[in-house]
């Protein structure tokens, strides 16, 4: 099914229209996850190519899920799926953030984004499987 391409798409698109998060600019500047070394073109190539992604892939899979009457479960798993990728998106610009000392709101995102995400993508991937 389409659902790995609207998590994939979702968790890009959502990083991309997070933006630069960074706290401090300078040489003295921490780090939890060293973020990409993208320059701006290309992040915004790379961006608005996952948001068009997105829009297609939610498109194809509403198309798919009115015309072969598919089940409520699955409609929830695809909001499951979205909302990870958005987690997912949101929480590596977060973790990616140049700060002064340490990042706490990159200790946040493992500490609760984590779970979250496991008990998500555990539940999205129960929904569809059962798809009644």
Do not use: C, K
């Not at 790379?46 to 992604?53: E, K, R, Y």
């Amino acid at each position: 099914m389409l659902l790995p391409f609207a998590l994939v798409a979702t968790a890009v698109s959502v990083w991309w229209l997070v933006g630069d998060l960074d706290e401090f600019d300078g040489p003295d500047a921490d780090f939890m996850i060293p973020p990409p070394d993208l320059s701006s073109s290309a992040e915004r190539w790379i961006g608005g190519s996952a948001l068009v992604l997105l829009v297609g892939t939610l498109f194809a899979l509403g198309a798919v899920l009115r015309t072969s009457g598919a089940s409520r479960n699955r409609r929830i798993a695809l909001l499951l799926v979205v909302i990870a990728g958005a987690i997912i998106g949101a929480g590596y610009r977060v973790m990616t953030a140049a700060v002064v000392g340490a990042n706490i709101g990159g200790g946040l995102v493992l500490m609760f984004g984590g779970p979250l995400l496991a008990f998500l993508l555990v539940r999205a991937g129960q929904l569809a499987h059962r798809g009644d």
